[in-house]
């Protein structure tokens, strides 16, 4: 009797410590997955999330629905670590973003407290690379009201592209020599197979993070930065004014020939082979790059300096290597250069050129290839052929 007695006691115990534990209560969270700012979507479905309890091992996932909720159910009260990811495929990115490239998003948020039932919203986030590219270039110069010629006028816009903020510091623009009078290609790209020879280059100064571009947004490198159209020094028959440029490039000569635009700050001269009364690049098009050069700039270009091959020339030209090339383009002065490329097919496998001649106040435009949530993605598969406009009204920070 006694040891029933006991056992009946045990079972009590046991039935009660049951009831107790069945008595906490357990809780809901409901967890929003957000896409990053310039996305085309807001919110992710089929991102899986993790919640697990700080000072346990236990953690406890679901997937997002099509709303973009994950819904995890019986937690205990306390805090926890919340944590998403999702990975896109290139067809997937570019459609939420307009750039072609597989990414992994994630998030990780602690110190979340499910004291009742709970609402989260968490936003992933995760690089899309797109980059830099020109998106318009005015090299054909412009007509005086008397015909003459002014070229004062020419500019380069640099358009942030992808989904991240990114940085202007030390970045370089420069012009490629690759001239040459027979129609064969041209006697540096044979040399060299994944360099190019810089004859002139100019770059942003900053340290690092001084001079950010915003995602769809894009900066102005201008020759004169005044408006050409209306300023005593610019030409009435000019299509721009330029007195809102980021940068101009300036060279100090005795007789004070370049104006120095007093609004607009001065690039840093890179190297030049040769330089006239301005930054003058060819109003017959040319080879234009971006580019970044690791280390220090002054010792890379005295490290790299080349004399042209099968040329008795003294002058010298700075190679660089394909792979430090952010975005490039030919421009030809019509099309039957073709034979005559300026840069390597991995760069700009195609051309642009002005139909019009020179002097024809007309830019080169990039093609639109989407709009995502009113940010401007342009078209860059690295043929300047399928990706420009030719014969266009200049219309810089029009996007």
């Known amino acids: 009797m006694k040891k029933i007695a006991i056992i009946l006691f045990f079972l009590g115990a046991i039935v009660i410590s049951s009831c107790e534990k069945d008595d906490d209560p357990l809780y809901q969270i409901d967890v929003t997955v957000n896409f990053p700012e310039n996305y085309n979507s807001t919110v992710v479905e089929g991102a899986w999330v993790y919640v697990t309890k700080e000072g346990t091992e236990r953690t406890d996932s679901a997937q997002t629905d099509a709303s973009g909720i994950a819904s995890i159910t019986k937690l205990s009260a306390g805090i926890y670590k919340v944590s998403a990811r999702v990975s896109l495929t290139e067809a997937q990115t570019e459609a939420q973003t307009g750039v072609a490239e597989a990414v992994l998003l994630t998030v990780v948020e602690n110190g979340v407290s499910v004291l009742m039932d709970t609402e989260k919203s968490i936003t992933l986030a995760g690089a899309v690379l797109g980059d830099l590219v020109f998106k318009e270039v005015y090299y054909s110069g412009s007509r005086t009201p008397e015909g003459g010629v002014y070229f004062s006028d020419q500019f380069y816009e640099i358009y942030n592209n992808s989904t991240e903020i990114i940085y202007a510091d030390k970045l370089c623009i420069g012009v490629v020599d690759a001239w040459g009078y027979r129609p064969e290609i041209s006697v540096w790209l044979s040399e060299y197979p994944t360099q190019v020879a810089i004859a002139s280059f100019w ?34 028959n000019s299509p721009v004014n330029l007195g809102d440029a980021e940068w101009e490039t300036f060279v100090p000569r005795d007789d004070n020939r370049d104006i120095d635009a007093p609004a607009v700050p001065n690039l840093t001269l890179g190297f030049a082979n040769s330089l006239g009364i301005d930054w003058l690049t060819s109003t017959m098009g040319c080879a234009y790059i971006i580019f970044h050069i690791d280390g220090d700039i002054d010792t890379y270009v005295n490290s790299n300096k080349v004399l042209k091959p099968e040329s008795t020339s003294t002058k010298e030209y700075v190679l660089l290597n394909n792979d430090n090339i952010i975005d490039g383009f030919q421009a ?27 002097y024809t106040g007309k830019c080169v435009r990039r093609k639109v290839k989407t709009v995502i949530n009113g940010r401007t993605i342009y078209q860059d598969t690295n043929n300047s052929t399928n990706d420009f406009l030719i014969d266009q009204e200049c219309n810089p920070r029009i996007y």
């Open 203 to 236: 770059y942003i100064p900053g340290n690092g993070t001084d001079y950010p571009i915003n995602p769809g947004e894009s900066i102005i490198i201008a020759q004169d930065g005044i408006n050409h159209k209306s300023d005593v020094l610019g030409n009435p």
């Open 332 to 358: 030809y002065k019509d099309d039957a250069e073709t034979s005559m490329p300026k840069l390597h097919a991995v760069i700009d496998a195609g051309f642009t050129y002005d139909p019009n001649g020179t």
